[in-house]
């Protein structure tokens, strides 16, 4: 039977190579269970290649990979008795209803017929789906077609999600949704592996976060370590006059304790925020800079404190940006 | 409606969270109900695609009107009389055609995200397959009733009678499920399913038209003579007519095309469950 284990994830030197491409590279990873881990990479970094292999649909060239204890290789059963994948794409059936498609794999699960169509109509409901119940999938939004996307991975609940790139995609208030049913789905105590391109989505879900590029991890720890390595970020400022820019360039850089970019836009500053402890510190430094600004009567017309882009992390991280390795055709299957 | 609505408030927690909440997992199912399931999604598809079952209804018909109006008179000196040698040539003949669309439909399928699903899932591992091939045997049994109820519009009289006929159907699909392993195995090799249906249409044609088919071989040069006596299609074509016009078949008709059957489902159907498991 199951064997009890703190670990819902465990790779050791997990490597997969495509042809002559090392898409995965000796990864070493464990996941508690019962947290949310992100993996942050560009396109083709190695991130499906990875939650394939973990899910056993993928075998590994090299190293061992174990999810709660069992084999990804040699106990395929006992793994995917507890894991559950929504995939980049669709993995739904489009010539199907919604309906039917959530009838399926409760059929598959093991439900009788009549339990597979409860469990479904139940579903529906809780994701706001059930008007588009007997639509075919072809004809549903991007959003609703990934909310079934996820549904469909929770017909049984499972102990490990897999959802790859879950927002890709969806328009902002899709992604939303998409966000307020993953923390549910955590709150009920479901181990979740997600991958992003995007930091905030990391940032806002996971509470470690790995770093991919080219099939190596290349930065690991939770939220606050990988953003305290990075910093916290841009502030961009743009001036209603631009003959006060010097001026403003002096009191910036005073306040937030670095040195200031004149933009190409005349009326343009921008200045990377140093690395505190908090955000809440770092909106607070922010704030206090452009109080200096107003009072020095410099009128302010537009302002933005970024979160870094992915750009910026893989910056701050190898010392180029982030590419898309369009060359490796895995990610596109 | 089209839109979904404008708020997220629509997703209550409540139900949100009573909808997570953790379900046990029945036990899983039996390799045949899963294959079941798999059958019942493919006959789904067919509600919501018709147009799928264009080739299944046109092939028995274009072949059985063209060949009793075109070679009746001259091979047979009588229309009606060539339809009574030819129809149960040509219920083999669509049937056989129709295991084409087995590779082109799996072809398609694998490399959508549902199939990643399915595989991720903790079922009997053959059931995608075996379910998409019991959906279509439907497909050949409906192909089947065209081909007869056609042939008994046109005049055609099974002296086997009801008995006969529906043994007929019963071996024509038996070797066509068989059949089908082959072109699971092609739709699986191949890339596109356009790919799939050129090399289905070379391998089926020879076996189709150098048999028995449409006339009586004795004519025919010894070399192709040949040919059609390990033909298992021949074979079948053989006691299909024995069948139908009879209701009786030979232990050495019969068997032959049993033993192909047996042998195909041996050999590609392993075959077909090797490479599925190693397609990425």
Known sequence: MDTPSDFAIETQDLTKVFSKTRAVEAVNLTVHTGSVYGFLGPNGAGKTTMIRMLATLLRPDDGTARVFGHDVVHETDAVRRRVSLTGQFASVDEDLSGLENLMLLGRLLGYSRAQARARANELLDAFDLAEAAHRQVKKFSGGMRRKLDIAASLVVTPDLLFLDEPTTGLDPRSRNQVWEIIRAIVANGTTVLLTTQYLDEADQLASRIAVIDHGKIIAEGTNGQLKSSVGSGAVHVRLFDPEQRPEAERLLSQALGVSVRLESDPAALSAQVAASPTAHETGERVALALAELSRSGIAVTDFALGQPSLDEVFLALTGHPAQDHVNIKEEAL | ?280
Do not use: C
């Open chain 2, 1 to 280: 409606m089209t839109t979904t609505p404008t708020t997220d408030s629509r997703i209550t927690n409540a139900t949100l969270r009573s909808a997570l909440f953790t379900h046990a997992r029945p036990p899983r199912p039996s390799a045949l109900s899963a294959s079941l399931t798999f059958g019942w999604r493919a006959l789904l598809k067919i509600k919501y695609v018709p147009e799928q079952l264009l080739d299944v209804i046109a092939i028995p018909i274009i072949f059985t009107l063209m060949f009793t109006y075109l070679f009746g008179g001259a091979l047979a000196g009588s229309t009606g009389e060539y339809l009574q040698f030819l129809l149960p040539g040509t219920l083999v003949m669509t049937v056989v055609l129709v295991t084409m669309y087995a590779g082109v439909g799996l072809n398609t399928d694998i490399t959508t995200g549902v199939f990643d699903r399915f595989r991720s899932m903790s079922i009997w591992r053959p059931a995608p397959i075996v379910g998409a091939l019991l959906g279509d045997v439907g497909r050949y049994l409906l192909a089947s009733t065209l081909v007869i109820m056609l042939g008994l519009v046109l005049g055609f009289r099974p002296g086997g009678g009801v008995i006969g006929v529906l043994l007929t159907v019963a071996l024509v699909l038996v070797f066509a499920f068989s059949l089908s392993w082959i072109f699971t195995v092609l739709g699986l090799i191949m890339r596109t399913p356009s790919a799939v249906m050129s090399v289905g249409t070379v391998v089926l044609f020879p076996l189709t038209l150098a048999s028995n088919v449409f006339v009586n071989p004795q004519t025919m040069p010894g070399w192709l003579q040949a040919f059609i006596g390990i033909n298992p299609v021949a074979h079948l074509v053989t006691a299909a007519r024995s069948l139908m016009m009879h209701g009786t078949v030979t232990a050495g008709q019969i068997g032959w095309v049993l033993l192909t059957s047996a042998a195909l489902t041996a050999i590609f159907a392993p075959l077909t469950m090797l490479l599925y498991r190693n397609k990425r």
